[in-house]
Each structure stands twice: as structure tokens, then as C-alpha cells.
């Protein structure tokens, strides 16, 4: 009796009380005043607030351009539209991203071409895209995974040799660089998103990073209906009068209001933190699995600072007697709200339905099998992470075999 009060007792303190997500946003009493001020303001959208957060983050991340977006999805499309992709062109991208990394080529009426990843980083491998180039090929998305940058100048090199456009999906990534040179500055073009499990965020939002003049106006345009301000470009000689506008192209309405504008710039402020205290948990992570043979820690290459927006376990189901949705029930169970990122994409039933075969890409088959995230934010405790710990010795170890 006394026993069983105990080991009931021990089971009670281990598993933790409250909920513990993968993710959570950071928000501060200066985040709220910035929002604040701006409903106390002339504009709610397309004010002020969208330029001073455009130039601001275009010089945290050394680029010459931003364009700020209703979301990342919309960013990615006004990209697609801005790299020229229209119909039956072709873009290679990874299958381990969320889906809109190649939905945004569907909105085009161009095809995803999904090339497998490399097994040690999880990032799309260039040898892959290399081989599935053909003359109908426009563009890559390679997606920063987890934010440890993909191999951006290898696939540089293989865009500028075949004329392609690359466009980086760096949702993950802001803050993270290649060879310390930061991510947002390297390719054609890049993505950040700034929805709440991110980096930073502003609710719902998306940014497009670019040095290209060119790319600059036709996100502009593409961003407020096609609609074209800038007189020098208009049909006609001058304007008619003052109230002249024209819609050159179909654009969409993908602006990004002034208060979620300036929560972006407050949220910009803490960057530099936020990306500390993930790579210092991560580092704790890395240090109390690293003797754990039943799972495999995330790789970094030597050339890479990641910005550590996921902390991704593989299970070495060799060595386990059960399979990663037992692993990640008991886990759920425990309170510790694991996560899979991501199904591969083209498994989706939408996308076997457009007749994309099973099997294509074996390795990213194989690492949705094996693969957790386990909970990494800059607001988690040193408790939080110390929980996280315990209840993945305790459940995967359980499974020895
Ligand atoms: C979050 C995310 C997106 C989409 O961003 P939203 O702002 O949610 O539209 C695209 N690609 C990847 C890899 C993401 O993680």
C-alpha cells in the first residue's frame, strides 16, 4: 500500500502539470505599446510604420530591398510572380517544408519539382536538384529547415549556370547566417515569415528580401493589385490629373497593416536575444542527448549559424521497440507538445490527387518516419527544457530493444 502511494506519488511529479508547446511567440510591454501608438494614429495600413520596418529589417539582414507581406504564403506567391514563373514552368524545391514552399508555384500554374534532401542536414541536396533540371525549369526554393541555411552558394551556382531564379523560403531563418554572412542577402530573393511560432512576429506577416531594383517594384505592384504610383511608369506621357492611378498587372491586396508593421519592428529589437536563448537551449539539448543512442541530434555544417527555429530529434528505430507515433503520444501525454515538420509534400492527398507518386524522394520518406520536433522558444525556462529532457529519457528509453 505504502509502495504503491509512492510510485503513484513519483509518477505524479514527474509528468509535467501545465502544457508545453513547440513554440510561442515573445511579447513585451514595449511590443504593446508600439501597437498602441498606432491606433492612436493617422494610419492603420500602409502607413509609416510598413517603411520604417521595410528598411529596418533590410539592414539587419544587409540586403537592399524589403517588402512586407499580409503573410509569408502571399509573400512566397508575389515572388513567384516577381521570378517570372507562369505556366508549365518548372521549380524544384524540398518535400520536408509546410506545403505553401510549393503551393505558391501551384498559384503560378507553374510544377513543383520535389529534389530529396541531404540525410545529415534535412535541407534539399544540390546534386538532386542538379539532376532534375530541364529546359523548363525557372527557379529553386530551397527552405532554410529548422534555420541551418541550405547550401545557398552551391545552388547558386547551379541557378546562374542554367538561368534560374532562386528563391529562398527562409521562414525559418531570420537571424541565422552562411559563413556569418546573414541570411536575406544571398539569394534572388528571400522569404521571412512572421507568424507566431517564429522568430519574430507581427500576428500574421511576411517580408521578401531582394537587391534587384527589377524584383523590388514588381513585388510592389504585385503586393496592391497591380497597381502602378510611380508616374515615370505609367502608359501615358504625364498625368492627367491628381487622382490618376493604373493597374498594369492582376495584383492581389497582400498589404500588411500599419499596427502589425510596427509590432514587426518593436519584435525586430529582440532578435539578436531570441536567437541567443534558442541556440542556447539547443545547446542544451545537444549536450543531455549526446551519450542517448536511441535518437540522432540535429547536424550543423561548420559554415552555418542557425537561427534555430526547430529543434529536431530522428529516432533510431533500429534500436526501438516501437515507432514515432507511440513516441510521440506518450510524449503528448507527458505534456510536452512535440511536433512532425513536416509531412513530405507530396504526399498530401492534394498532391497525390495532381498525380505525384509515392516514393520519389526515399530519404525525406524515410527521415517523416523517424522525426520529432521537440518544444524550442526563446520565452521556454531552463525547467521547461530540463522537463523536456527527462520525459524523452524516460519515454524513448523505455523502448530500448
Ligand atoms: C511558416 C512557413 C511558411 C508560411 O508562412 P506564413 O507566414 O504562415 O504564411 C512557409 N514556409 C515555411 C517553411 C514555413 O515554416
Known amino acids: 500500500m505504502i509502495n504503491q502511494v509512492a510510485s503513484l506519488q513519483t509518477e505524479f511529479v514527474q509528468r509535467r502539470k501545465t502544457w508545453l508547446p513547440y513554440g510561442r511567440q515573445w511579447i513585451d510591454e514595449a511590443d504593446i505599446q508600439a501597437v498602441v501608438a ?3 494614429s493617422e494610419y492603420l495600413t500602409t502607413g509609416p510604420q510598413i517603411e520604417h520596418f521595410e528598411r529596418k529589417l533590410a539592414l539587419r539582414v544587409g540586403a537592399s530591398y524589403a517588402v512586407a507581406f499580409s503573410n509569408g504564403t502571399a509573400a512566397l506567391h508575389a515572388a513567384c510572380y516577381a521570378a517570372g514563373i507562369g505556366p508549365g514552368d518548372e521549380v524544384i524545391t ?14 503560378q500554374q507553374g510544377i513543383p519539382v520535389f529534389a530529396d534532401i541531404d540525410e545529415q542536414t534535412y535541407n534539399i541536396d544540390p546534386n538532386q536538384v542538379a539532376a532534375l533540371i530541364t529546359p523548363r525549369t525557372k527557379a529553386i526554393i530551397p527552405v532554410d529547415y529548422s534555420g541551418q541555411p541550405a547550401d545557398l552558394h552551391e545552388l547558386r551556382a547551379i541557378a546562374k549556370e542554367h538561368g534560374l531564379v532562386v528563391i529562398e523560403d527562409a521562414a525559418h531563418a531570420l537571424g541565422a547566417a552562411y559563413d556569418g554572412q546573414p541570411i536575406g542577402s544571398i539569394s534572388d530573393m528571400t522569404m521571412f515569415s512572421l507568424h507566431p511560432v517564429k522568430q519574430i512576429t507581427s500576428g500574421e506577416g511576411g517580408v521578401i528580401t531582394t537587391n534587384s531594383l527589377a524584383y523590388y ?15 515615370v511608369r505609367w502608359s501615358q506621357e504625364s498625368a492627367p490629373v491628381g487622382w490618376y492611378y493604373e493597374m498594369q498587372s492582376l495584383g492581389y491586396n497582400y498589404r500588411l497593416t500599419d499596427m502589425q508593421a510596427a509590432l514587426a519592428s518593436s519584435q525586430l529589437d529582440k532578435l539578436d536575444r531570441f536567437v541567443e536563448l534558442r541556440s542556447e537551449y539547443a545547446a542544451y539539448y545537444d549536450e543531455a542527448f549526446s551519450q542517448f543512442s536511441l535518437i540522432k541530434t540535429p547536424f550543423q555544417k561548420e559554415s ?14 533500429e534500436f526501438l521497440s516501437t515507432d514515432r507515433n507511440q513516441i510521440y503520444n506518450e510524449l503528448i501525454a507527458e505534456n510536452i507538445g512535440v511536433q512532425v515538420h513536416y509531412i513530405p509534400v507530396y504526399l498530401h492527398p492534394y498532391y497525390q490527387q495532381l498525380g505525384y507518386a509515392k516514393g520519389q524522394c526515399l530519404k525525406a520518406e524515410k527521415l517523416f518516419e523517424r522525426m520529432l520536433t ?9 525547467e ?3 522537463d523536456v529532457i527527462d520525459a524523452v529519457f524516460r519515454v ?3 523502448y530500448a530493444c
Not at 97 to 106: E, G, H, I, P, R
Not at 310 to 315: A, D, F, G, S
Open 38 to 40: 498606432v491606433l492612436q
Open 94 to 107: 524540398t518535400p520536408i517544408t509546410f506545403a505553401a514552399s510549393a503551393n505558391c508555384v501551384l498559384y
Open 217 to 231: 517594384e514588381k513585388l510592389l505592384e504585385f503586393r496592391s493589385h497591380g497597381i502602378v504610383r510611380d508616374p
Open 304 to 317: 552555418r549559424q542557425s537561427s534555430w527555429h526547430l529543434y529536431v530529434i530522428q529516432l533510431e528505430l
Open 374 to 382: 521537440l518544444p524550442l522558444f526563446p520565452s521556454m525556462t531552463h
Open 384 to 386: 521547461d527544457v530540463q
Open 396 to 398: 524513448i528509453g523505455k
